[in-house]
């Protein structure tokens, strides 16, 4: 990227369609717009394609916070004790640390921006490992992005 001394750094576009999209072999099929290594590491931007989720396992990320952004479709969130539902243009905050999930009747497109980066960067490493990860795998992958999950004794 080239510098300017009046007008800075060069930034870029990724138009539609243009990140990298990850096959999970589920629902949940993210496209990676930004890496944080391209940001020094301040956030991470990736667009979720879904399919109909009717049950999706709480967890919470340790390492950083995401906002979700209804692109497309309807969607029902809990982050915390909170509950929200929306379609296009509903904005949900999840806070660092905070067990949230969410499902949609419709299927649809999230886009989450988490900060700082990492997020990206843990689905980029599952994608990696093929359709069918070992449990062992995931786990190490969870301990490594300081992401847990509830047990359904923990989860109301």
Known sequence: MAVN????RDGW??????????EL???HRPEIIVRGKEVGGALGVFVFHHDVIAENPPHAHHGFMKIAYVLEGEYHFRVGDAEFSGGPGTTVVVPQGSYHTF???TGGKLLFVSA??????LF?????????????QLA??????ATTHLTADEDR
């Not at 980029?124 to 062992?136: K, M």
Request: glycine share 20%.
């Open 25 to 27: 072999g589920g629902p």
């Open 116 to 121: 700082p980066a990492g997020n990206e960067e």
């Open 140 to 145: 190490a992958i969870d301990e490594r992005f």
């Open 124 to 136: 980029e490493e599952i994608g990696r490992l093929g359709p069918d990860p070992s449990a062992e």
């Open 13 to 22: 576009a990724v138009g539609p369609g243009e990140g990298e999209l990850i």
């Open 103 to 105: 499902v949609t009747p």
């Open 5 to 8: 001394a009046d007008w800075g």
